[in-house]
């Protein structure tokens, strides 16, 4: 029952911008981690940024670039993407974890960064 749900994906030139929203329906106690990770094709799935017990990361590709938040009103993730260029396209999906250890995943949203 529980569903996470990306949009905002799409297609944008080189130095534009793109939200990214993860919609997490169905109820998950104690959400302490979430995360926005992507995978290009030919290329392994990497973690873009994470949010863990109050702690932010990002890759070092986003650093400056990429904002990662949560809104625990309408439980949903956001990931700010500015100045994005071409190697930043790619399936981008977001993943929660409850107090439980047990983590959900979207079905991810594609972005494309033109040049």
């Known amino acids: 029952q529980v569903q996470l749900v990306e949009s905002g994906g799409g297609l944008v030139q080189a130095g534009g911008s793109l939200r990214l929203s993860c919609a997490v329906s169905?109820?998950?106690?104690?959400?302490?981690?979430m995360g926005w990770y992507r995978q290009a094709p030919g290329k392994q799935r990497e973690l873009v940024a994470i949010?863990?017990?109050?702690?932010?990361n990002y890759t070092d590709s986003v650093k400056g670039r990429f904002t990662i938040s949560f809104d625990n009103i309408k439980n949903t993730v956001y990931l700010q993407m500015n100045s994005l260029t071409p190697a930043d396209t790619s399936t981008y999906s977001c993943?929660?974890?409850?107090?439980?250890?047990?983590?959900?995943w979207g079905p991810g949203t594609l972005v494309t960064v033109s040049s």
């Open positions: 993943t929660v974890f409850g107090s439980s250890g047990r983590s959900y």
């Open positions: 169905g109820g998950i106690f104690g959400i302490n981690t």
């Open positions: 949010i863990s017990n109050g702690t932010i």
